[in-house]
């Protein structure tokens, strides 16, 4: 059954393959060499400032908005933001330790960093679009109008894209 958010049902199926990657990589710190280790962490690093947050960007200003009026409650959606800061927060902590990854002498309390910074980030990721897809896209589904839902979807995209703009 297709549903008025399967364009947002589909991004996140898109996306998960890169999200499972960050599990991946965690898993590879230690037995993996330096350099290819450097280039996965760069990967990741990569979908998360230039496709992610964007998308976390583009959440923030056209569908959370939207789903809390539908709940009646504005507030409905500050723990998804703060999910949102948090993925900002480590991603901002995965660039700098990524920079220590040019040394030749990483030691072991940067790659133990390292680890924990991709796991934090595989694990509120994953609940987050979890949580959307079991929470908040069937209230749209049972309450947003096919034209609202439409509106939705192209101020997402242009909030996404402004958002992809910004990063360097």
Do not use: N
Request: aromatic share 4%; charged share 25%.
């Amino acid at each position: 059954m297709v549903t008025l958010t399967q364009p947002l049902r589909d991004e996140h199926k898109e996306l998960l393959p890169q999200i499972e990657l960050l599990q991946t990589v965690a898993d590879a710190i230690g037995e993996t060499p330096i350099t290819s280790l450097r280039r996965s962490v760069d990967e990741v690093y990569a979908f998360l400032a230039h496709h992610l947050l964007p998308h976390a960007q583009a959440e923030e200003r056209a569908l959370y908005p939207i789903v809390g009026r539908l709940m009646g409650a504005p507030e409905a959606t500050a723990t998804m933001s703060r999910d949102h800061v948090e993925i900002s927060r480590l991603t901002e902590e995965l660039g700098s330790l990524r920079s220590h990854l040019d040394d030749a002498s990483v030691d072991t309390s940067q790659l133990q960093a390292l680890r924990r910074v991709l796991y934090g980030l595989y694990a509120i990721v994953k609940v987050h679009f979890a949580k959307e897809e079991e929470v908040y896209l069937p209230i749209l589904d049972a309450r947003l109008a096919a034209v609202e839902a439409s509106r939705m979807f192209e101020a997402m995209e242009k909030a996404a894209q402004e958002a992809k703009s910004t990063v360097g």
